[in-house]
């Protein structure tokens, strides 16, 4: 059942700043209206498959997207055996997504992004040691930071047990940062506890919170083709953004 949608959050034009240095507290960068089809209402809960909501968006309108692909590659390497049966049901019962299908939901959010616009992409660390560059081909997009997610409890691992999630930065070309991220207080490794009683990947609202700050004027959009738990509508909400997201499950 489909929540009830808020009211759009309006845009404002927030104080532009000058000087000479690359950094800057302000953000001079402003997304353009969008004009959106009547099946994408915002700040609601949208049932649908990710890779057709992303052809519904307008090139180059969404100022931010966040992406946390459903892989196994990790489980699979580790071939554990049990996986489904004594540990990780929930997590088997979600429909995965193989290599070509993550590459396809990137290239539609590069699309859907305007230029210098911000992809903050979730990875394990084994997407991360293997590498991921491969899933960024025949895009605009560039990898410009990092940050660790310390889930504050230990998980799976043959030798070193993981406690950390990866969130790739990626931006939109022009790649630039003054003008256009305005935080210079999020620090690299963030400490934040979760509960994934509700969903096995339930991401840190506070953070998404803050990334979401950085990246975008109040009442732009965010978007989030695989949204899971919906952790970043909720984090949109807190930052006075909208939100446009959509998943397979209700």
Partial sequence: MEAEALEPVAALE???SAGNTVFSNERTLQSPQLDLPPQLVPNTRLQMDGLQFL???PAEGIPVAFLDPQYRGVLDKLGYGNEGETRGKRRAALLQMNEKTIAEFVRGIDRALIPS???FLWMDKFHLC???TQWLCDTRLEVVDMLVWDKGRMGMGY???RQSEFCVVLQKQPK???GVWKAHDIPDVWREKVDTSAHPH??????QTELIKAVSNIGEYVVDPAAGSFSVLESANQAGRNFIGCDLLP
């Fill in 14 to 16: 927030e104080p532009q």
């Fill in 55 to 57: 052809e519904l968006l």
């Fill in 117 to 119: 616009g911000h992809l």
């Fill in 130 to 132: 293997q590498g991921f």
């Fill in 159 to 161: 030798r070193t047990r």
């Fill in 176 to 178: 630039r940062a003054k």
């Fill in 202 to 207: 339930a991401k840190p609202v506070n953070l």
